[in-house]
């Protein structure tokens, strides 16, 4: 069973930082691109970023460029999303999901606050 | 990259039909096959529905449908049932290689 599991969310003040990690199983994760996606509170979905299988390629949505990184570890089966600058609007609900433009799987959502 | 236009609301009587609509541009939805639906209840995950604007994955309703005409993708669901009520996102690629939502339509089956 495909299975994608986040974690590293919290409260965090504006101008910090956070890691995000998403731990993935029940697939040959290597073989996949992976993709954040984030949902602030009561609003729809925002795609933020993905990664090639090897890592050789990274795209942003333009709001999180030169603050966020997306990274993996195909050692670990982990797909990583560091955070820094971070901005209230920067608050919302991220998924991991498998793919690169079609996502059949999603983990469950890591909450990420943004706030003073 | 801006969201892709989506009605907020759509609403249809059990057993009925309804067509919910994404449109973008030649950039995205009308450049490319890379056209996706997704489903979303309250606090749940989104669940893909359709893939490369018609494709439906196994375990998938053949009662949701998809198609694109020019710039403008579409997500029929013929014969509403009352778990059909939630949320549906399209997404699409972009010649920028981003990805893009639309806004979201919520589903209301009265």
């Known amino acids: 069973e495909v299975q994608l599991v986040e974690s590293g969310g919290g409260l965090v003040q504006p101008g910090g930082s956070l890691r995000l990690s998403c731990a993935a199983s029940g697939f040959t994760f290597s073989s996949y691109w992976m993709t954040w996606v984030r949902q602030a509170p009561g609003k729809g979905l925002e795609w933020v970023a993905n990664i090639k299988e090897d890592g050789s390629e990274k795209y942003y949505v333009d709001s999180v460029k030169g603050r966020f990184t997306i990274s993996r570890d195909n050692a670990k089966n982990s797909l990583y999303l560091q955070m820094n600058s971070l901005r209230a609007e920067d608050t919302a609900v991220y998924y991991c999901?498998?793919?690169?433009?079609?996502?059949?799987?999603w983990g469950q959502g890591s909450l990420v606050t943004v706030s003073s | 990259q801006s969201a892709l236009a989506q009605p907020a609301s759509v609403s249809g009587s059990p057993g009925q039909s309804i067509t919910i609509s994404c449109t973008g541009t030649s950039s995205d939805v009308g450049g490319y096959k890379y056209v996706s639906w997704y489903q979303q209840h309250p606090g749940k995950a989104p669940k893909l529905m359709i893939y490369?604007?018609?494709n439906r994955p196994s375990g998938v309703s053949n009662r949701f449908s998809g198609s694109k005409s020019g710039n403008t993708a579409s997500l029929t669901i013929s014969g509403l049932q009352a778990e059909d009520e939630a949320d549906y996102y399209c997404?699409?690629?972009?010649?920028?290689?981003?990805?893009?939502f639309g806004g979201g339509t919520k589903l209301t089956v009265l």
């Open positions: 997404s699409s690629y972009t010649s920028s290689s981003t990805r893009v």
């Open positions: 999901a498998r793919g690169s433009s079609t996502w059949y799987a």
């Open positions: 490369e604007v018609s």
